[in-house]
């Protein structure tokens, strides 16, 4: 594995470098070799000591940061991380490749067949008929009998225009606006 290290307000020294490089031969088997890893170390104000990593590795970019007082500790729990990412991303591949049908199994499927499109619902208008006034009482016996389910009707008491309906549960609905 290739290492690259960057210092921000810091200088890497060789110690450093070499408990990193350490701590990264297990990522590196795990990876089966053939990464790349850009190591970024930082010292902020107040003593924060920030470690991040960069790991590429097929097509994927793993990354990680760690920030606490000492640079090593930092850099520890920046590692475990990209360990954790690495599992997790390895563990993907293996499973997508498991489980995905070889060669021999993927017949081609059968097209389904086309169905005609729907025309969209359009406004089909009925026979006209006249509103006549009339009670609701008479309405109702109108709609009784007639095999429409309602029926507009202008009410001879109030001169204002209603409509009765059969409902479901056997009884009459009258809307009055």
């Given at each position: 594995?290739?290492?690259?290290?960057?210092?921000?307000?810091?200088?890497?020294?060789?110690?450093?470098?070499?408990?990193?490089?350490?701590?990264?031969?297990?990522?590196?088997?795990?990876l089966?070799?053939?990464?790349?890893?850009?190591?970024?170390?930082?010292?902020?104000?107040?003593?924060?000591?920030?470690?991040?990593?960069?790991?590429?590795?097929?097509?994927?970019?793993?990354?990680?940061?760690?920030?606490?007082?000492?640079?090593?500790?930092?850099?520890?729990?920046?590692i475990?991380?990209l360990?954790?990412?690495?599992?997790?991303?390895?563990?993907?591949?293996?499973?997508?490749?498991?489980?995905?049908?070889?060669?021999?199994?993927?017949?081609?499927?059968?097209?389904?067949?086309?169905?005609?499109?729907?025309?969209?619902?359009?406004?089909?208008r009925?026979?006209?008929?006249?509103?006549?006034?009339?009670?609701?009482?008479?309405?109702?016996?109108?709609?009784?009998?007639?095999?429409?389910?309602?029926?507009?009707?202008?009410?001879?008491?109030?001169?204002?225009?209603?409509?009765?309906?059969?409902?479901?549960?056997?009884?009459?609905?009258?809307?009055?606006?």
């Amino acid at each position: 594995m290739k290492i690259e290290f960057t210092g921000r307000n810091f200088t890497v020294s060789p110690a450093i470098k070499k408990h990193i490089t350490s701590h990264f031969k297990k990522l590196d088997t795990l990876l089966n070799g053939a990464t790349r890893a850009h190591v970024i170390l930082s010292v902020g104000k107040h003593h924060r000591h920030l470690a991040e990593i960069v790991v590429n590795w097929l097509d994927h970019s793993l990354t990680s940061k760690a920030d606490t007082t000492d640079m090593y500790t930092s850099a520890l729990q920046a590692i475990d991380k990209l360990q954790r990412q690495a599992v997790k991303v390895k563990g993907k591949l293996i499973t997508r490749k498991h489980q995905a049908p070889s060669a021999s199994e993927i017949a081609p499927s059968p097209v389904p067949p086309v169905e005609p499109e729907t025309p969209a619902p359009r406004i089909i208008r009925s026979r006209r008929y006249s509103v006549k006034p009339m009670t609701p009482e008479e309405a109702m016996l109108r709609v009784a009998e007639a095999p429409e389910q309602f029926l507009v009707f202008r009410d001879a008491e109030t001169d204002r225009v209603g409509v009765i309906y059969k409902r479901k549960d056997g009884n009459y609905g009258l809307i009055e606006p």
